[in-house]
Nanobody, 126 residues
Framework: QVQLVESGGGLVQAGGSLRLSCTYS??????????MAWFRQAPGKEREFVAA???????TYADSVKGRFTISRDNANNMAYLQMNSLKPEDTAVYYC??????????????????WGPGTQVTVSS
């Protein structure tokens, strides 16, 4: 079983930066085998894709965050990260870390992932 825990959320002013972390623990397959992703969900909205990184380190981003956010992973320490720069009020949401062994094609959706963390709140003030 896989357990994911996010950290690093908080309140930041527009234009600021935050770095989210996702800690993986579990039995069976190693962290390095998993494709990892970040999703977010704002109040009253559906959960949306933010960024993903494959088990071999290839990354993909939602158009809304390209050039501002960077996803990375540290397989030695079972961690995934989301560096968020130039934050905007519309980035305010609960951010979730997700993991899957499935191959990802195109823009991943929530149904592509079977393991989720509880989420961390990111609030960007104007």
């Amino acid at each position: 079983q896989v357990q994911l825990v996010e950290s690093g959320g908080g309140l930041v002013q527009a234009g600021g930066s935050l770095r989210l972390s996702c800690t993986y623990s579990g039995r069976g397959r190693a962290f390095s085998n998993y494709n990892m992703a970040w999703f977010r969900q704002a109040p009253g909205k559906e959960r949306e894709f933010v960024a993903a990184i494959s088990w071999i380190g290839l990354s993909t981003y939602a158009d809304s965050v390209k050039g501002r956010f960077t996803i990375s992973r540290d397989n030695a320490n079972n961690m995934a990260y989301l560096q968020m720069n130039s934050l905007k009020p519309e980035d305010t949401a609960v951010y979730y870390c997700a993991a899957t062994l499935r191959a990802l094609e195109g823009v991943p959706g929530p149904n592509d992932f079977g393991s989720w963390g509880p989420g961390t709140q990111v609030t960007v003030s104007s």
